[in-house]
């Protein structure tokens, strides 16, 4: 009878070794899948975000929700464009009031030589501005430049002639505008010359008008604001 040697006797108290890369054999083969799905990443959680980018594209797709969106939009830009306009007639209404304040200032203006007649509107309604200066700035900035700009024109038209400005009137409204808009440019915060250039180059110009625009484009290189940016 054959005898077993020392090296293939066991101890019955140590456990059976598994080879490395062999799965114990306790578990089970269905175990072993789920140990397998669990070490990988789901392939559906990696997928989530483009399915939901696609959900939400079909849903902007329907008609219906088309609808929606560009009704929506078409209420925002009407909501923005009344807004804008309520700014520059409130800031037309302001400029007026301010002029009114100084209603000897068309006179005055007429003893002082035309080059000087812008100063002396900034002095004169400068005071009143930097009292404003917060519903002014506010104003100015919810309207467009151009809108703005065309506000004080008008306010300077209804302030100054009472809307009715002749020949001999016309230069004089040409200084008072400029000197607002100097004024504004100097008390107001918000008012940027770019803006403000561009605001006055909407305008039929006036002599007074034609030199402030040459000094506001003298601010700039080439007398272009937006080659500067």
């Not at 007429?110 to 917060?134: F, M, N």
């Not at 300077?156 to 505008?177: S, Y």
């Amino acid at each position: 009878m054959a005898q077993t040697s020392d090296c293939e006797e066991t101890d019955p108290e140590m456990p059976e070794l598994v080879p490395v890369g062999r799965s114990s054999p306790e578990v089970s083969s269905s175990g072993r899948a789920q140990l397998r799905r669990q070490s990988k990443p789901s392939v559906a959680s990696k997928d989530k975000p483009r399915r939901n980018e696609m959900k939400l594209i079909r849903h902007l797709r329907n008609p219906r929700v088309s609808e929606a969106v560009e009704k929506s939009m078409r209420e925002l830009e009407a909501a923005a464009k009344l807004e804008r306009d309520a700014a520059g007639t409130n800031l037309t209404e302001e400029i007026c009031r301010l002029l009114l304040q100084v209603p000897s200032l068309g006179d005055a203006l007429k003893a002082v030589p035309p080059g000087q007649r812008p100063k002396t509107v900034l002095d004169v309604v400068g005071p009143g501005v930097e009292s404003a200066a917060c519903v002014l700035s506010d104003l100015w900035n919810k309207a467009t430049a151009t809108a703005a700009v065309h506000a004080v024109r008008k306010g300077v038209e209804q302030g100054a002639t009472g809307g009715q400005a002749t020949d001999d009137t016309i230069e004089l409204q040409g200084c008072m505008e400029v000197g607002v808009l100097m004024a504004l440019r100097e008390r107001c915060v918000g008012i940027e010359d770019e803006d403000l250039l561009c605001g006055c180059w909407s305008l039929h110009g006036n002599e007074a008008m034609e030199g402030f625009i040459d000094f506001l484009e003298s601010e700039y290189p080439d007398g272009s604001p937006s080659s500067s940016t």
